[in-house]
């Protein structure tokens, strides 16, 4: 049946370090969501695109996080230079835009990042 | 998006039913009730959504009171596989749109 992938399912990187994050909505789907879950924070909101373009990122440190959806397949969410505070699991999400069903967001299994 | 108040945890005999309750006492009334749960170390997962009817789906029931202050969900017939951590989300339907989720409720199933 149809999922979100995400890779890598682990990663484990030193303070300083780029880190890159994908996810691959599910096919059809016109909206891809990126969460972060911490044990202090819980699941937060850290952008959203719909149609490839960015509809809000406003819970996302601009200073060195960027998403980017370089096709419909695909999103991306960078981490540079990456800090022992970004240590979480990300998850990706993805959903109609409209329509029946749009309010249903489909998780993958995440993303667990580890920085040193 | 109104704000939800849900037990910390709660425990669950396998095979009994299974009643999560959530308040939300400032809903409006274009506002939706949506249930997601997450099992340890996955993804959380859509349950079921209302308005103000009550629902039911392959996997539980939502109870919503007349004046849409709270809701229940039930899990008809609790297995191990139910232990998760629950979460009662209120927001406008129509368009995707972001999830906020608080603390939810963690149900532990027992033997």
């Known amino acids: 049946d149809a999922r979100v992938t995400q890779t890598p399912r682990h990663k484990v990187t030193e303070m300083g370090q780029e880190v890159t994050m994908r996810c691959q909505p599910i096919?059809?789907?016109?909206?891809v969501f990126w969460y972060r879950q911490t044990m202090m924070q819980g699941l937060e909101l850290l952008a959203y695109?719909?149609?490839?373009?960015?509809?809000?990122d406003s819970g996302m440190p601009k200073d060195r996080f960027s998403a980017e959806m370089p096709d419909a397949t695909l999103a991306t969410l960078k981490i540079q230079p990456s800090e022992p505070r970004d240590s979480a699991v990300y998850f990706c999400?993805?959903?109609?835009?409209?329509?029946?069903?749009?309010?249903?967001?489909?998780f993958g299994p995440g993303t667990r990042l580890t920085v040193l | 998006d109104a704000k939800t108040t849900q037990p910390t945890s709660m425990d669950c005999a396998e095979g009994r039913a299974a009643n999560l309750p959530c308040n939300h006492s400032?809903?409006?009334?274009?506002?939706?009730v949506y249930w997601y749960r997450q099992i340890h170390s996955q993804g959380p997962q859509y349950i079921i959504h209302?308005?103000?009817n009550n629902e039911t789906n392959e996997m539980a029931s939502l109870i919503i009171t007349e004046d849409r202050k709270s809701s229940t969900l039930i899990l008809p017939h609790a297995t191990l596989r139910d232990t998760a951590v629950y979460y009662c989300?209120?927001?406008?339907?129509?368009?995707?749109?972001?999830?906020?989720f608080g603390t939810g409720t963690r149900l532990q199933v027992t033997l």
């Open positions: 999400a993805s959903g109609l835009g409209q329509g029946a069903g749009a309010d249903t967001q489909y």
């Open positions: 096919l059809g789907h016109n909206t």
């Open positions: 695109f719909r149609n490839r373009a960015p509809l809000d």
């Open positions: 400032t809903i409006s009334g274009n506002e939706y």
């Open positions: 209302g308005l103000k």
């Open positions: 989300i209120v927001r406008v339907s129509g368009t995707a749109s972001k999830l906020t």
